[in-house]
């Protein structure tokens, strides 16, 4: 049973691009967590989703970035018009019932 | 906000019995305490969870006061590989939420 697969591993943007993270979970899990990572700090709370419906999204910023997770594929994680602070790990995760498993994250660098 | 109060670094003798302390004074009755470990810039590793009962598996002990204030990890015998941040977080169930909420973490140094 594979892991949660996240793409890519690295991405570069200048600032102004967007930028597109995937994830796909375990197979038969239903729910998906997206986690930022800033240097040397903490993992941070993004957004919450199952299948077509986003449960909390308390901990994403207001403007430029979004987040789903459609019927079939991968979720997405979206940031539109990329600033130099947007650089940093972005960690998924997925789970039934009780256990979340982390993917291997896409780390961010904007130019 | 986390619920979980750590120390911010330890370190432990290669071989021997790492623990690790965790208070969380605030939790609920339906709130679980879960166990994750993060080694250099990899993502989060499960490593144990439970709710009021003590717990082992493969990685390591859990056992959690009978108040449920309070809790530790212990990794029986620890390897220079188990150097990592180590996060002690209270979940409430995938039907409340759900979701994790780190603190700092305990970075535990494992020295030969």
């Known amino acids: 049973n594979a892991g949660v697969m996240q793409n890519p591993r690295h991405l570069v943007r200048r600032r102004g691009q967007e930028a597109r993270l995937r994830c796909s979970p375990m197979k038969g899990h239903s729910h998906v967590y997206w986690y930022r990572q800033l240097p040397e700090e903490g993992l941070k709370f993004m957004v919450y989703?199952?299948?077509?419906?986003?449960?909390?999204e308390s901990g994403m910023p207001k403007e430029r970035f979004s987040a789903e997770f459609p019927k079939e594929g991968p979720s997405i994680l979206r940031i539109q018009q990329v600033v130099r602070g947007d650089s940093a790990a972005y960690f998924c995760?997925?789970?039934?019932?009780?256990?979340?498993?982390f993917g291997s994250g896409t780390q961010l660098s904007v130019l | 906000d986390a619920k979980t109060t750590q120390p911010p670094s330890m370190d432990c003798a290669e071989g021997r019995a790492a623990n690790l302390p965790c208070n969380h004074s605030t939790i609920s009755g339906n709130e679980y305490v879960y166990w994750y470990r993060q080694i250099h810039s990899q993502g989060p590793q499960y490593i144990i969870h439970g709710l009021k009962n003590n717990e082992t598996n493969e990685m390591a002990s859990l056992i959690i006061t009978e108040d449920r204030k309070s809790s530790t990890l212990i990794l029986p015998h620890a390897t220079l590989r188990d150097t990592a941040v180590y996060y002690c977080i209270v979940r409430a169930p995938d039907n409340q939420g759900g979701k994790l909420i780190f603190g700092q973490g305990t970075e535990l140094s494992v020295k030969p």
């Open positions: 995760a997925s789970s039934l019932r009780e256990k979340l498993f």
């Open positions: 989703l199952q299948k077509e419906n986003i449960i909390d």
